[in-house]
């Protein structure tokens, strides 16, 4: 069976990465990011929401990472996180862990996927959104 060029749509730096995987397992690859991630600047009322929210860690807060990259940079902030093999929405709703949490605070980008947090609603868990 005979691979054309996969088109690498997800943003950098995930895209160079996915890019050199496919080029490895000898599969061509040509890259072009339709999104590009930023942080958003701190503002008063992200501040104000966190301080509502989440005005301290709750005794037996755990922490979940979508993929490795997000695990370490929480790793970064001392911040230890289980993230599951398969680095999606739908590998982390398989984690046992989360399975019980009765609540859950959803950090995200902006204009993300709803998988997550849909499926975690669906289980009747109590999802809140923090958009960074």
Do not use: C, N, Y
């Not at 397992?25 to 501040?47: D, K, M, N, T």
């Not at 398969?86 to 398989?94: F, H, I, K, P, Y």
């Amino acid at each position: 069976m005979t691979v054309g060029a996969v088109l690498v749509l997800r943003p950098q730096p995930g895209a160079d990465e996915t890019a050199a995987a496919l080029a490895e397992a000898g599969i061509p690859a040509q890259v072009a990011p339709v999104l590009s991630v930023e942080p958003l600047p701190e503002s008063p009322g992200l501040r104000a929401h966190l301080d509502a929210h989440w005005p301290q860690f709750p005794a037996r807060l755990h922490w979940f990472a979508v993929g490795e990259r997000s695990q370490r940079a929480l790793a970064e902030s001392d911040l230890s996180a289980e993230a599951p093999a398969d680095e999606r929405s739908e590998g982390l709703l398989d984690l046992e862990r989360l399975k019980g949490a009765e609540r859950v605070l959803l950090v995200r980008g902006e204009g993300g996927r709803e998988a997550l947090a849909q499926g975690l609603e669906a289980r009747g868990q109590r999802v809140e959104h923090l958009v960074v």
